[in-house]
């Protein structure tokens, strides 16, 4: 009788070792999955290191209100964002 009390007891501890020793024993190692994804990583880290160094390298332009791709840029902005300018239409007269 004092045996299957104690193993009520370990009950949690061996679930969990006969569900984990599966995945030990036919898991691929580490090694086996970075030689399968090598090109993905050396890719992956290729272009954060360009988009870093073309971010660090790039001339900002000075924002001026003469700019017309800054003008335009600033317009697209402001109708996405639910503020669009006020467009003046002419009217002309019928003389």
């Not at 969990?16 to 993905?40: D, H, K, R």
């Amino acid at each position: 009788m004092e045996i299957p009390q104690k193993l009520l007891k370990l009950k949690h501890p061996i679930i969990l070792a006969l569900s984990l020793l599966p995945i030990i024993l036919f898991a691929p190692s580490f090694l086996t999955v970075l030689t399968y994804f090598w090109p993905l990583l050396l890719s992956t880290a290729l272009f954060l290191v360009s988009v870093i160094f073309l971010g660090k390298t790039s001339a900002h332009s000075a924002a001026s209100d003469s700019d017309p791709v800054d003008k335009a840029g600033q317009v697209l902005l402001d109708y996405v964002s639910g503020e669009p300018t006020q467009l003046t239409v002419d009217t002309y007269k019928a003389e």
